[in-house]
């Protein structure tokens, strides 16, 4: 459609509006050029002051009602004229509401797309993490399982595994008495309790020293290795009076203690199993 018709086309919207707008005034012109409803035609005679009894005001009621209902008729059979008589501006019109009413669903459905596809994500991940908590859920019951199997009494070692083990300690025992006396032998042997003399060279010859009241040195690691496996969090031990500086040099140099680096006044056995 050109330019042209379409000025056409609203010249003759322009008028068919004109025109109703012209009837529409000359009815409410003759509505007010009507004179005033009587009431008195429904006052009874024997009625005071011209008062409506109950009988004229329910007259008055139906008659209203009658009005109501052919007005309500007269709408309903023409309805109100919205658009031109011209078939082909209705139909531009229609077309027009068409496209709008199309726009707007597209944008509605590519919406809804967006959002299926998110529910659609949103669904798969759920599934999997489904998935995932059944597989849990069975390896769980399967541990369950083992375990009240385990602990039922189908599972007690037999008497030969537990011969078996208790043979397995005592060995263990055996040997670990036999190397705490050999190394007690060498200790002993080779690094003796200390001597009056040796003793005060070591420290100051000026010192009383009370030689009776110091320690071996198998007593000394003793101490150390008791220390680092009753209280593992404070491993150390004090160096007082009743252990030779001669065997804590020895230890040191050895790398068999080491010194607290906060308190020269304490060592500790060296972690071998670290």
Request: charged fraction near 30%; proline fraction near 5%; charge should be negative.
């Amino acid at each position: 459609m050109d330019i042209n018709t379409s000025e056409v086309d609203m010249e003759e919207i322009k008028a068919q509006c004109e025109h109703n707008w012209r009837k529409l005034k000359s009815v409410q012109s003759e509505l007010q050029s009507l004179p005033p409803f009587p009431l008195q035609n429904f006052t009874d005679t024997g009625a005071v002051g011209g008062e409506i009894d109950g009988n004229c005001s329910l007259e008055l009621l139906k008659w209203h009602e009658k009005r109501l209902k052919a007005e309500l008729l007269l709408l309903e059979e023409n309805g109100p004229s919205t658009l031109p008589e011209n078939k082909e501006i209705q139909r531009i019109v229609l077309e027009q509401n068409q496209l709008k009413s199309s726009e707007q669903l597209e944008e509605v459905l590519v919406f809804f797309r967006a959002k299926r596809s998110e529910v659609i994500d949103e669904f798969e991940r759920e599934e999997e993490t489904s998935s995932e908590l059944q597989r849990v859920n069975e390896t769980l019951k399967k541990k369950l399982s083992s375990c009240s199997v385990e602990t039922s009494g189908e599972s007690v070692p037999s008497p030969s595994h537990m011969q078996d083990i208790s043979a397995k300690l005592s060995k263990i025992n055996t040997k670990h008495k036999f190397f705490r006396n050999e190394l007690k032998q060498i200790l002993n042997q080779h690094f003796p309790a200390p001597q009056h003399r040796a003793a005060a060279a070591t420290l100051n010859e000026s010192r009383d020293i009370d030689v009776s009241n110091m320690l071996p040195l198998s007593s000394v690691i003793g101490k150390l290795i008791e220390q680092s496996l009753n209280t593992p969090a404070q491993p150390y031990i004090d160096i007082d009076e009743t252990i030779w500086p001669y065997h804590v040099e020895l230890l040191l140099r050895f790398q068999i203690a080491l010194k607290d680096p906060q308190n020269s006044k304490r060592m500790k056995l060296t972690p071998f199993h670290l």
